[in-house]
């Protein structure tokens, strides 16, 4: 795609709603207990704890990694 296209066409235009990957996050601190990840998408889900010591922080940071390696894993797959 040209650069032409994506300065001045609409995001709309260039990537149709239709196209895109969402996923969504979440996770849970409640007192005195574990932190817990978890992602959800069309194609998957997953979830787990991330640890008693573990901060909001570390959680988000799982969750990312969570859905990119799913994304990892569903690229290779279509190879």
């Given at each position: 795609m040209n650069l032409e296209?994506?300065?001045w066409k609409?995001?709309?235009v260039c990537y149709p709603q239709?196209?895109?990957?969402?996923?969504?996050?979440?996770?849970?601190?409640g007192?005195?207990?574990?932190?817990g990840a978890g992602v959800?998408?069309?194609?998957?889900?997953?979830a787990c704890p991330v640890g008693s010591?573990?901060?909001n922080f570390d959680g988000e940071v799982k969750r990312i990694a969570f859905a990119l390696d799913e994304i990892?894993?569903?690229?290779i797959h279509m190879l």
């Amino acid at each position: 795609m040209n650069l032409e296209l994506l300065l001045w066409k609409p995001w709309g235009v260039c990537y149709p709603q239709s196209t895109w990957l969402r996923i969504y996050t979440d996770g849970y601190l409640g007192p005195n207990t574990n932190v817990g990840a978890g992602v959800y998408s069309r194609d998957f889900q997953r979830a787990c704890p991330v640890g008693s010591i573990a901060t909001n922080f570390d959680g988000e940071v799982k969750r990312i990694a969570f859905a990119l390696d799913e994304i990892q894993k569903d690229r290779i797959h279509m190879l």
